[in-house]
C-alpha cells in the first residue's frame, strides 16, 4: 500500500492515527514489563487504565469517522447520478472506479474495539480485587492472549483508514503525555510548553542576531522569569521605532500571560482550555511580529 502523509488525512483520522502510535507505544511498555522476572503490578495496572482510555477514545473517534465516511459516498454517489444523468447515462472508467470505491469502503471494527475495551475492564477488575490471589504466571498468560488481539486491531483500523501512514515525530508527543499525567500535567501542558519555548527560542535569537545589550533590572532582580521578560523588553525596545505594533502589542499583553508562563514553564501547571487559548492566542500574535524583523543572515 502506498503511503499516506498525516496531512494529507482528515482531521478525525489524524486523531484515530495518533491513538493509533499511543497505543503501540503503550504495547510496547506493557510487553516490556511483562519479560520482566518480577512483575510489577502496579505499574502494568496503570499500562491496562491507558490502554481502555485510548480504546474508549478510539470507540468514539471510528464511530465519527464511520459517519464522516458514509456522508462522503452519499454526496459522492449523488454527483456520479446527476453527472451521468447530464451525460445520458454514459460513464467514463474513472466513474466506473470512483462508484465501485464507494461500495468498497472498507467497515470498521468498532465492535472489536468495544470488546477489547470491556475484555481490559474485566481484566483490571480481576487484577485489582484479586491480585494477591493472582500468580505471575496467571498475571503473563492472560495479557499475553490479549495483547496479540490488539496488535491485530491496530493493523486492522490502520488499514481500514488508509493510514500507512508516514507520522512523523509528533506522535511521539503521546508517550509523553501518558508519562506526565501522574505527575499533575499533560496535553494541555505539553502544547502550552511548545508555544512558550519557542517563544523564547524565537526572542533569544532575535536578541543575538540584532546584537541587542541586555541591562539588569531592579524589577526582575532574584526572579525566575528575570531572563526571558528582560530579553522581551530589551528586544521590543530596541525595535520601537521599527516596529511600533510591537511596541503597542507588548503594552497590550495581559499580566495573565506573563503568570501562566511562569506556573506553565516553571512549576509544570497544566492550563485549562481557556488558559491554553490565551497563551496560544497571545504567543502566535507576537510571533507574527517578529516574523519581519530577522535578519537575512542568520547569526550560526
Same mark, same amino acid.
Request: net charge neutral.
Given at each position: ?25 503503550? #504495547?510496547?511498555?506493557? =510487553? ?9 503490578? $502496579?505499574?502494568?495496572? $496503570? ?140 496535553? $494541555? ?9 519557542? &517563544? ?14 541586555? =541591562? ?23 525595535? =520601537? ?7 503597542? #502589542?507588548?503594552?497590550? #499583553? ?8 511562569? =506556573? ?7 492550563? $485549562? ?10 504567543? &502566535?500574535?507576537? &510571533? ?13
Amino acid at each position: 500500500m502506498q503511503k499516506t502523509w498525516v496531512k494529507d488525512l482528515s482531521s478525525t483520522a489524524k486523531e484515530i492515527v495518533y491513538k493509533l502510535e499511543n497505543l503501540k507505544e503503550l #504495547l510496547e511498555d506493557l =510487553k516490556h514489563e511483562l519479560s520482566k522476572v518480577s512483575l510489577d503490578r $502496579n505499574r502494568i495496572q $496503570n499500562l491496562l487504565f491507558g490502554i481502555k482510555e485510548l480504546l474508549d477514545s478510539l470507540k468514539i473517534l471510528l464511530k465519527r469517522y464511520s459517519d464522516e465516511v458514509q456522508s462522503t459516498a452519499v454526496i459522492r454517489f449523488l454527483n456520479l447520478a446527476q453527472k451521468a444523468q447530464s451525460q445520458k447515462g454514459a460513464m467514463t472508467i474513472e466513474d466506473l472506479r470512483d462508484l465501485i470505491s464507494i461500495f468498497n469502503t472498507p467497515k470498521l471494527p468498532i465492535g472489536d474495539v468495544e470488546s477489547l475495551s470491556s475484555h481490559i475492564g474485566m481484566l483490571l477488575t480481576l487484577f485489582t480485587h484479586a491480585s494477591d490471589k493472582l500468580s505471575d504466571e496467571y498475571y503473563r498468560e492472560k495479557l499475553y492472549e490479549v495483547v496479540p488481539k490488539i496488535e491485530a486491531h491496530i493493523e486492522h483500523v490502520s488499514a481500514s483508514i488508509g493510514a500507512e501512514a508516514e507520522l512523523g515525530a509528533l506522535p511521539k508527543l503521546g508517550r509523553l503525555i501518558s508519562s506526565t499525567t501522574t505527575w499533575g500535567f499533560g496535553e $494541555n501542558w505539553v502544547v502550552a510548553i511548545a508555544y512558550l519555548q519557542a &517563544l523564547e527560542v524565537v526572542v533569544n535569537k532575535l536578541v543575538k542576531e540584532l546584537g541587542i545589550q541586555v =541591562k539588569e533590572e531592579a524589577e526582575f532582580k532574584g526572579k525566575e522569569e528575570a531572563g526571558f521578560k528582560r530579553k522581551f523588553r530589551a528586544l521590543v525596545e530596541a525595535l =520601537k521605532d521599527k516596529a511600533v505594533e510591537l511596541a503597542r #502589542l507588548e503594552e497590550q #499583553l495581559p499580566q495573565l500571560f506573563w503568570d501562566l508562563r511562569h =506556573k506553565v514553564v516553571h512549576a509544570g501547571y497544566e492550563p $485549562n482550555n481557556t488558559e491554553l487559548n490565551t497563551i496560544i492566542t497571545w504567543t &502566535l500574535q507576537i &510571533l507574527e511580529k517578529f516574523k519581519n524583523l530577522k535578519p537575512n543572515k542568520s547569526v550560526q
